[in-house]
């Protein structure tokens, strides 16, 4: 506010409104690129993803443990 009053005597109007707006300009980018915390979630840089086929999985347990037929008796379901 300082600043404003000692410009305010030497420059015209327009000058000041000029000025005045590029402070308020950098003031916004200073708050924005100084923000550490994130506004909402979402994914993190440099994530890596690994792609799974989940269905296949899913079919592959249903085929080992619970169908008609299981592919391991009782006795080696209780031990895994």
């Not at 979402?42 to 269905?55: A, C, K, Q, T, W």
């Not at 296949?56 to 006795?75: I, N, T």
Request: net charge positive; glycine share 4%; hydrophobic share 40%.
């Amino acid at each position: 506010m300082s600043s404003v009053r000692l410009v305010s005597g030497v420059f015209s109007s327009a000058r000041k409104r000029r000025l005045r707006l590029e402070a308020e300009a950098s003031q916004a980018v200073l708050l924005a690129t100084s923000r550490r915390t994130r506004k909402w979630g979402g994914s993190v840089p440099m994530h890596r993803v690994i792609l799974r086929d989940r269905e296949g999985a899913w079919a592959e347990l249903v085929k080992r443990y619970f169908a008609e037929q299981p592919m391991f008796d009782d006795a080696t379901f209780r031990r895994r």
